[in-house]
């Protein structure tokens, strides 16, 4: 029963340069969330694909963006990167979207923008 | 203010030391809460749920206040692999669904 895999596992991206990251869920789920952890903090929600809809968003500009497959797979796509993009970024997936759902997260992308 | 906190630490302890962590949310809508261990660079794996009857597993013991919103965590003789940062969380605000609201993590070291 594969976990939630993510792709790639690092890159070095420059500024301004645009960045695409992957994820498939746990076998068996449908909605998948996408979170930023900056060296020192704790993961911030960026937003969430349910049904291929982004169902809710974290207070993140219009630079992330997402999309979500037939497959239930996600991508995270970030425009236009700043320093301040360098980060790890998780996707957790889910059965549903509901209070109950449990998150099961992948091992992450790490990004660095020079 | 950030809607959960918690001490940054660093916590270091000797190897058989309790150790308790707390954490605060904000938010009274919170639904759910949770306590995650992420080591160096991996991503974070539940460690346990916390509910209001307080719940323990093993050497670990979660318990949450709600009158004065905060959760905390217990750790009982403390081993050299507890060594990680800890992260509280929070589900279940209004209209939030499952999505988790993190803190900033508490880092624990424990030591020979």
């Known amino acids: 029963d594969a976990g939630v895999t993510q792709s790639p596992t690092h890159l070095i991206k420059t500024r301004g340069q645009q960045v695409t990251l992957r994820c498939s869920p746990k076998s068996g789920h449908d909605t998948v969330s996408w979170y930023q952890q900056a060296l020192g903090q704790g993961p911030q929600f960026i937003f969430q694909?349910?049904?291929?809809?982004?169902?809710q968003r974290g207070n993140f500009p219009d630079r992330f963006s997402g999309h979500q497959f037939p497959n239930y797979s996600s991508e995270l796509n970030v425009n236009a990167l700043l320093l301040g993009d360098s980060a790890l970024y998780l996707c957790a997936s889910s059965l549903g979207d509901r209070v109950a759902g449990e998150l099961f997260f992948g091992e992450g992308s790490r990004l660095t923008v020079l | 203010r950030k809607e959960v906190e918690q001490d940054p630490g660093p916590f270091n302890v000797p190897e058989g030391a309790t150790v308790a962590f707390n954490c605060t949310y904000s938010?009274?809508?919170?639904?759910?809460f949770f306590w995650y261990r992420q080591d160096c660079r991996k991503e974070p794996k539940l460690l346990m749920s916390?509910?209001?009857s307080g719940n323990e597993d093993g050497r670990f013991t979660a318990q949450l206040n709600r009158a004065s919103q905060y959760i905390s965590l217990l750790i009982r003789d403390s081993k050299l692999s507890d060594s990680a940062t800890y992260l509280c969380a929070a589900k279940g605000l209004t209209g939030g669904g499952n999505k988790l609201t993190f803190g900033t993590g508490t880092q624990l070291k424990v030591e020979l």
């Open positions: 694909y349910y049904e291929e809809e982004e169902r």
């Open positions: 938010n009274s809508a919170s639904q759910s």
């Open positions: 916390v509910y209001s």
